[in-house]
Structure formats: C-alpha cells, structure tokens
C-alpha cells in the first residue's frame, strides 16, 4: 500500500510533527503502508485450494514457518532437480486487465516444463507474490490459479510468500516468482547428448501463445492500439504444460522455448558437434505472432530470438507424442558453427 498523504492540519497535529521531532499520536503498521489484516484474510482465503495440491508426503500446513515433504522409501536412484522462474511483464498486462488467476497458471506450468526438459516430474512448489498495495482478492486468485495448475499435474504447493512493499513497488504493481522441485531417476536425466547424432529427427508441439516470454516487446507493440477482446485473449492465454504429452517420453532432448525464443533455447541441449537445422516452412505460424512481427517490422532473427512463434516445445529424436509435427533435423556442425540453423 503506498503511503497515505494526510490532509493539511495544525502544527504539532500529525503523528509526526517535524517541528518536534517526536511521535504525536498512535501510528500503525497500516498507516505505513502494510496491512497485515488484508494479509490474514489472503492466507484465509487461499487456504482451501492450497490444501487441496497435498500429496502423502506433505507433512505440513497452510502456516508452517516451512513447508515438510517426505521422501523416505524412494525407489531407484533419485536426482532432484529445482527451478526457479516467473512470468515477466505478462503480469502488467494482466493487470490492466484484471485476469489474475491465468497468472497462477503460467508461472507452475512454465517451472513444470522447465524441469519435464532434465525428464523431471514435479513434487512440490513454492511461490513469491510481491505487491505495492496488498489486495486480497487478487493474491486470492492468483494463488489459486497456482493450486489448480499444480493439482493438475499432481503437485503440491508447499509454501509461499506474500510481500507488501510500499515504495519498492509502484501503485498497483504485482510481481510472481515460483521455485518448484521435482525428481527423477539419474538413469533417465535428459538430456542424452552422446546420442545425438546428424540425421536425428527433430520435431514440436505447438505453444498456447506467447507464454510467459516477450511481453515488453508486445506492450511496447500494442501500446495505442484498439485491441479487441479476442485479442487479448490470446496474448493472456495461459502457458501451456507439456507434462501430459511427454510423461515417459524416450525423446534425446526436449528445449522448452522460453526466453530466447527457439533460437537460444534449442542450443542449449545440444552438443557441440551437432547443429539444429530447423525448417521454418514446416509449421504455420499463428496469426497472433504474424501481426506482433508486422506491427514491428521484425528481421526474422529478431522475431524468432523473441516470441516462440507457435512452437513451445522442440523435442530430439524419440517418438514423437501425439499433436507433434516434424520440424527439421540434427546436422554436422562445423568449427564455429551456428547452434540452431533457421531455413
């Protein structure tokens, strides 16, 4: 919450009088900007659907100073694998338009996808929301937005922060971050780079939309235009998890296209002996990403370094899942080669 400005009063009036240097009246936490009742009731108001993630194996509750998650008798030879990420400026935009609880949702499944690429399944997760001015309502729905994309891949959200931060924050800014923290077995940790080889099929599965990537770039775009409703219903639409579709997979390599866009992302599960050649006529690109391209005249290198145009997933040989379509292959890369080559 910021800091109010008190109306103009009689010297020695306010709860400070500079002239004095002294407190005059009560001040409260409240008058400073932090409202630990709003607080209370988000936590309240949360609970139900965080609780409704626990698995066997959470030992805690809502309001433990730490989140308790057994991991006695685990078969095999367990790795666990951790990420940490957030959703960028996505969350200003879903600001101005008040849609909270998609937010939820593309900060657990961006973290799940993050780790399904090392071959990981998620155990539990934490999130971080920070605020200027703390709305219940709003940290409500985000949260549960949180609970419901984690329930859905049978994850249980363990613990959380809520932060109000009058003066760090301006007025009616939000921010989210999630670590999440998975397993799998040593045997099975993507990706298998000494398999890969020129001639290993490359293939991908469409995004929902942008995701949780390029959202200065489309704010800096759509800023001043008319946009209808449809519209910013595809900019708003939630990230999608992949977890479904490549649980098991037998794929070499998966790249979740991130920040980067498939140019950066591909490249970083790859040898260095290898280049990706990936055949930009093989997929249709959403009309969503064409007008974003238009509107900025973007180089294809910009475009494709910026937005995932289409695709959220690439995976490396294996068995293609269902909804994937072929998207090039894995080529001799040559000393200083390009990782990812763009045809």
Same mark, same amino acid.
């Given at each position: 919450?910021?800091?109010?400005?008190p109306?103009?009063?009689?010297?020695?009036?306010?709860?400070?009088?500079?002239?004095?240097?002294?407190?005059?009246?009560?001040?409260?936490?409240?008058?400073?900007?932090?409202?630990?009742?709003?607080?209370?009731?988000?936590?309240?108001?949360?609970?139900?659907?965080?609780?409704?993630?626990?698995?066997?194996?959470?030992?805690?509750?809502? $309001?433990?100073?730490?989140?308790?998650?057994?991991?006695?008798?685990?078969?095999?030879?367990?790795v666990?694998?951790?990420s940490?990420?957030?959703?960028?400026?996505?969350?200003?935009?879903?600001?101005?338009?008040?849609?909270?609880?998609?937010?939820?949702?593309?900060?657990?499944?961006?973290?799940?996808?993050?780790?399904?690429?090392?071959?990981?399944?998620?155990?539990?997760?934490?999130?971080?929301?920070?605020?200027?001015?703390?709305?219940?309502?709003?940290?409500?729905e985000?949260v549960?937005?949180?609970?419901? +994309?984690?329930?859905?891949?049978?994850?249980?959200?363990?613990? $959380?922060?809520?932060?109000e931060?009058?003066?760090?924050?301006?007025?009616?800014?939000?921010?989210?971050?999630?670590?999440?923290?998975? /397993?799998?077995?040593?045997?099975?940790?993507?990706?298998?780079?000494?398999?890969?080889?020129?001639?290993?099929?490359?293939?991908?599965?469409?995004?929902?939309?942008?995701?949780?990537?390029?959202?200065?770039? #489309?704010?800096?775009?759509?800023?001043?235009?008319?946009?209808? +409703? +449809?519209?910013?219903?595809?900019?708003?639409?939630?990230?999608?998890?992949?977890?479904?579709?490549?649980?098991?997979?037998?794929?070499?390599?998966?790249?979740?296209?991130?920040?980067?866009?498939?140019?950066?992302?591909?490249?970083?599960?790859?040898p260095?002996?290898?280049?990706?050649?990936?055949?930009?006529?093989?997929?249709?690109?959403?009309?969503?990403?064409?007008?974003?391209?238009?509107?900025?005249r973007?180089?294809?290198?910009?475009?494709?370094?910026?937005?995932? /145009?289409?695709?959220?997933?690439?995976? #490396?040989?294996?068995?293609?899942?269902?909804?994937?379509?072929?998207? $090039?292959?894995?080529? +001799?890369?040559?000393?200083?080669?390009?990782?990812?080559?763009?045809v």
């Amino acid at each position: 919450m910021t800091t109010r400005d008190p109306a103009p009063s009689a010297p020695g009036s306010d709860p400070i009088d500079p002239a004095r240097g002294s407190v005059t009246t009560s001040v409260t936490y409240k008058d400073a900007g932090v409202d630990i009742d709003a607080a209370t009731a988000a936590v309240a108001g949360m609970a139900a659907a965080v609780r409704a993630t626990y698995t066997p194996r959470v030992l805690s509750d809502v $309001g433990s100073f730490g989140g308790l998650f057994s991991v006695e008798n685990w078969p095999g030879k367990p790795v666990l694998v951790a990420s940490t990420d957030g959703v960028g400026t996505k969350v200003k935009l879903a600001a101005q338009h008040e849609r909270w609880r998609g937010i939820g949702h593309d900060l657990v499944n961006h973290c799940v996808n993050d780790i399904l690429v090392q071959g990981a399944r998620p155990l539990f997760f934490l999130d971080y929301v920070a605020t200027a001015r703390l709305r219940s309502e709003v940290i409500v729905e985000i949260v549960t937005g949180i609970a419901e +994309a984690c329930a859905a891949v049978g994850c249980a959200v363990l613990g $959380g922060e809520t932060a109000e931060m009058p003066g760090v924050y301006v007025e009616g800014a939000v921010d989210v971050a999630g670590t999440i923290v998975g /397993m799998v077995d040593r045997d099975a940790v993507l990706p298998r780079l000494a398999e890969m080889a020129p001639g290993t099929p490359l293939w991908a599965l469409p995004s929902s939309g942008p995701h949780t990537n390029g959202y200065s770039m #489309i704010r800096h775009l759509i800023d001043g235009r008319q946009l209808d +409703a +449809a519209f910013v219903d595809a900019l708003l639409a939630p990230h999608r998890c992949y977890l479904d579709v490549l649980d098991g997979t037998d794929a070499l390599g998966l790249a979740h296209i991130t920040g980067g866009g498939l140019i950066d992302n591909v490249a970083r599960v790859l040898p260095d002996t290898v280049s990706a050649r990936i055949d930009l006529a093989s997929w249709t690109v959403p009309e969503l990403f064409a007008q974003l391209v238009d509107w900025g005249r973007l180089s294809v290198p910009e475009a494709y370094r910026t937005f995932n /145009m289409g695709i959220g997933m690439v995976g #490396i040989g294996g068995t293609p899942p269902t909804g994937a379509f072929p998207v $090039g292959e894995l080529v +001799a890369r040559p000393a200083s080669g390009d990782a990812v080559l763009l045809v």
